[in-house]
């Protein structure tokens, strides 16, 4: 039983990297948009939006590694 748990937990944190990813390509996207660039001209940040795909992103892709790499 201790081996499927290991792989379950593996396989989670392959899913959580694969979600990171995609978030950080999802608020990348984001911050090309017309909106996004009237909001860096104007204030010099990214939109709030934009920063949580991006903080999510980075949070899952984490988080999934260390599952992944977890013994």
Partial sequence: MEKGLGTTIKIIGLVLAVIGIGFAVWGYQ??????????????????????????????SFIVGIYLFRKN
Avoid at 32 to 55: E, F, L, R
């Fill in 30 to 59: 984001l911050s090309g948009s017309v909106a996004s660039q009237v909001t860096q001209a104007v204030t010099g940040a990214d939109t709030d939006k934009v920063m949580t795909y991006y903080i999510f992103g980075a949070v």
